[in-house]
């Protein structure tokens, strides 16, 4: 970690305009002036990560399938049991992010770990249906969040598992026992986020438990770097595919 590294990451999220007429060129455009410090400053950023990915059951010679999973870095959180998978995929538009996750696996050995880059809302696994697909900050990036939920569930098997931790707000008027959150926090960090092409919403959690049978839920709130006194909500899932 360094502040002239840090400076390089915040030049791009606060002050460099995102640009590209295509999801994918807008994506990589984002993040080629930062992949490869891309992961320290997120460590510090994207929190949950750990403690979401080491709750999720994983079965022997299972396959696991992480959308908009960038660099690789979530694999790093299971490290330990990567080698017991029998495959593993990082879907991701942002080329620049997989050439960092595809060095990632080499350095490990990781042969079985393999980076593609596709959409989260239509790519397919090769073998069909999967075992775990984890999104992680992804789906607040994916325009159409709802398709990229609805193509895990196609390419989960039944009674498959579906972990995601993301930024979010709460619906004005929550469930009974969700948080809930204040005007401002719903009115600000949509405002704050918007620049960056990430879009905090309201209908993540509702969506997710109306198409999966929950197993573990929380809701709490994240420092960011730089920003003293606000936290910004995020929360984490793991449901399973009926």
């Known amino acids: 970690m360094s502040l002239l590294s840090d400076l390089r990451i915040l030049y791009h999220l606060v002050l460099r305009p995102v640009r590209g007429k295509s999801h994918a060129e807008r994506m990589e455009n984002f993040y080629s002036g930062q992949a490869d410090a891309y992961d320290d400053f997120r460590k510090r950023l994207l929190h949950g990560r750990e403690e979401l990915y080491r709750q999720i059951e994983l079965p022997e010679q299972g396959i696991w ?6 660099t690789g870095s979530n ?31 080499a ?13 989260a809302t239509t790519w397919q696994p090769p073998e069909g249906q999967v075992d ?7 789906l607040t990036m994916i325009p159409d969040w709802f398709a990229a939920i609805e193509n895990a569930m196609r390419m989960l098997k039944p009674g498959g598992v579906v972990g995601v931790v993301d930024f979010y707000v709460a619906r004005k008027h929550a469930a009974a026992g969700s948080t809930r959150h204040s005007w401002f926090t719903r009115s600000f ?9 990430v879009f905090p919403s309201a209908d993540h959690l509702p969506f997710l438990r109306s198409h999966f049978e929950q197993i573990w839920c929380k809701e709490a709130r994240s420092k960011v770097p730089y920003v003293p006194l606000i936290r910004t909500p995020y929360y984490q899932f793991i449901g399973r595919k009926r």
Not at 76 to 97: G, K, Q, W
Not at 132 to 138: A, G
Not at 189 to 197: I, Q, T
């Open 132 to 138: 775990v697909v984890t999104f992680s900050y992804s």
């Open 65 to 70: 399938v992480d959308l908009g999973g960038g």
């Open 189 to 197: 960090w949509p405002v704050w986020f918007a620049s960056d092409n």
């Open 107 to 119: 350095t490990n050995a990781w042969q079985h770990v393999e980076a593609v880059e596709a959409d």
């Open 75 to 105: 694999l790093e959180f299971i490290r330990d049991r990567v080698p017991a998978l029998r495959r593993a995929y990082v879907v991701d538009l942002a080329s620049s992010l997989l050439e960092v996750a595809r060095r990632r696996f």
